[in-house]
């Protein structure tokens, strides 16, 4: 019988059931046809069990250090549980513990992207507000574009796994695999589009009003009657291929000038109704980290999504402009969120 380095592990399953039956490490050696020498030190490692673990006394914290941690969490947004705690020289407390008191009192949250707002920013969002203060919203046509790669926000793609389980490969690509342009309209309860970009062509003013020719004027704008056309109004925010010259004369040449083209505020975005439409097709694509192998995979994705927006949600969007354009004034141009 020689003597090898490791058990496998049928050999350690017979070793237990023989001790089981009452057989001694001898026995058990000469059934195995192993060394004496390798089977006593499994045996006496298996008989001795695991350590009980030692529970260390926690830190108490008393309701004085509580108020002093929730007024540093206040004023320490995005901070650490480490840095909230130490800022009230507060110490020797394990992150289970600083998490399980700030959970009570705090949220994880991400910071939120928004736009730099300046004075002249605030004064023209204010100046837009006071303009249109009495419009009547469901006569706009609010019109955007949006941009949906392949892959998707990064951030959405984490939820619950079961214990056991691996989570998902994800693929990696740049620049999120390439994506697709997407343009739409909504006016009162009804989405025009959306409206597919062709794939390599960068709008440019040119481009632009060959692509609002082909798509919302020919497709929808020219069936509306003379009295729709006469009383609504259309927007677009201040990109350079909306707010050219070119741009701004096209659309003239087709009835949409001075009172008829809404002005827009700079750095806007929280004022579009459409931006959270945006929102609503992004969650549905993009649900628990969906990715996609293709440009027109995704596309489809989109004119599914879209198609599920129903009437209800799009008069929400439309109807709240009243409240934007109130909070604006109540903030002082101040972003209002979305």
Not at 78 to 98: D, E, H, M, Y
Request: glycine share 8%.
């Amino acid at each position: 019988m020689g003597q090898k380095k490791d058990l496998t592990g049928s050999e350690k399953s017979k070793i237990v059931r023989y001790l089981a039956e009452g057989c001694s490490s001898l026995k058990i050696a000469k059934l195995l046809k192993r060394d004496h020498r390798t089977i006593k030190p499994f045996i006496q490692n298996s008989q001795q069990g695991r350590k009980k673990r030692v529970e260390k006394p926690r830190r108490k914290i008393t309701a004085h250090e509580l108020r002093k941690v929730k007024r540093a969490a206040a004023k320490m947004p995005l901070a650490t549980s480490l840095a909230i705690f130490q800022s009230c020289n507060i110490t020797g407390v394990p992150k289970s513990t600083r998490c399980a008191i700030l959970r009570d009192m705090a949220k994880v949250r991400k910071a939120e992207r928004r736009p730099p707002l300046n004075k002249t920013h605030k004064l023209k969002r204010q100046d837009w507000a006071k303009k249109y203060l009495k419009t009547d919203f469901s006569k706009v046509l609010w019109t955007d574009e949006m941009r949906v790669s392949l892959d998707g926000p990064d951030g959405w793609a984490r939820g619950w796994i079961g214990k056991g389980q691996r989570a998902p490969v994800r693929l990696r690509r740049q620049q999120g695999g390439g994506g697709v342009l997407v343009w739409a309209v909504i006016i009162k309860d009804e989405l025009v589009g959306p409206f597919r970009v062709e794939d390599g062509v960068k709008l440019n003013s040119q481009s632009y009003c060959q692509f609002l020719e082909d798509t919302f004027f020919k497709q929808w704008y020219r069936k509306k009657s003379a009295s729709f056309k006469k009383n609504t109004i259309f927007m677009q925010d201040n990109a350079p291929s909306h707010a050219s010259k070119y741009s701004t004369a096209w659309l003239a040449r087709k009835g949409i000038k001075e009172e008829k083209l809404m002005t827009w505020p700079p750095c806007s975005p929280d004022l579009n109704p459409i931006e959270n439409l945006w929102s609503i097709i992004k969650c549905e694509i993009y649900k628990e980290g969906k990715q996609y192998t293709s440009l027109n995979s995704v596309w489809e994705a989109v004119v599914a999504a879209a198609r599920n927006v129903d009437g209800e949600q799009i008069k929400t969007l439309t109807g709240s402009m009243d409240g934007r354009l109130l909070s604006v004034l109540a903030k002082k141009g101040g972003y209002i969120g979305r």
